[in-house]
T-cell receptor
Framework: GEDVEQSLFLSVREGDSSVINCTYT??????LYWYKQEPGAGLQLLTY?????DMKQDQRLTVLLNKKDKHLSLRIADTQTGDSAIYFC???????????FGKGTRLSVIA | NAGVTQTPKFRILKIGQSMTLQCTQD?????MYWYRQDPGMGLKLIYY???????DKGEVPNGYNVSRSTTEDFPLRLELAAPSQTSVYFC???????????FGPGTRLTVL
């Protein structure tokens, strides 16, 4: 089955850019998502990209997709302390098929 | 629209007890899902449903049962609770043609 891998921790200084990486194994994954989870809270959808796109920008967030390498990244510009959270990469074959999640990357922002 | 609602928010069970986690959506979505999130882990699919009367197993279905008698409701039943079922349970739904799943706030379950 599909496997989604993320690095577990990332620490950045406030104001710097953060880059969170994700790799997946199944080339049929056409919907690729980034979720944010703050402590004790639910999942907040940040952004998503389709596999026929290379890049998507949404304010401070930039998603890059290298479909050949099955590599997805999320860049957060001007990282703030409020961005400290766990970020999950998730993939699916369509908008209605179950999501496969990575284990999440814990982002710590140092003031 | 309330979106996806889950009850209860928190629950503590003793080993061997049973309970039902409730999930309701008011968006007329055909597709509904149950995921569990263990500490320090991502979410894993327990069961999902593509419409009323149709359910299918996910990656971790053992110890759980589901039913889908209406479009709105997708309850998850735990029989004979075990400590390994201590987790946060998320319900989600999606509609035909939607690009994303809508998640409920979660139920935090502890089995002691």
């Amino acid at each position: 089955g599909e496997d989604v891998e993320q690095s577990l921790f990332l620490s950045v200084r406030e104001g710097d850019s953060s880059v969170i990486n994700c790799t997946y194994t199944d080339s049929s994954s056409t919907y690729l998502y980034w979720y944010k989870q703050e402590p004790g809270a639910g999942l907040q959808l940040l952004t998503y990209i389709f596999s026929n796109m290379d890049m998507k920008q949404d304010q401070r967030l930039t998603v890059l997709l290298n479909k050949k390498d099955k590599h997805l990244s999320l860049r957060i510009a001007d990282t703030q302390t409020g961005d400290s959270a766990i970020y999950f990469c998730a993939v699916a074959d369509s908008g209605n098929t179950p999501l496969v999640f990575g284990k999440g990357t814990r982002l710590s922002v140092i003031a | 629209n309330a979106g996806v609602t889950q009850t209860p928010k928190f629950r503590i069970l003793k080993i061997g007890q049973s309970m039902t986690l409730q999930c309701t959506q008011d968006m007329n979505h055909n597709y509904m899902y149950w995921y569990r999130q263990d500490p320090g882990m991502g979410l894993k699919l327990i069961y999902y449903s593509v419409g009323a009367g149709i359910t299918d197993k996910g990656e971790v279905p053992n110890g759980y049962n589901v039913s889908r008698s209406t479009t709105e409701d997708f309850p998850l039943r735990l029989e004979l609770a075990a400590p390994s079922q201590t987790s946060v349970y998320f319900c989600a739904s999606s509609g035909l043609g939607t690009d994303t799943q809508y998640f409920g706030p979660g139920t935090r379950l502890t089995v002691l």
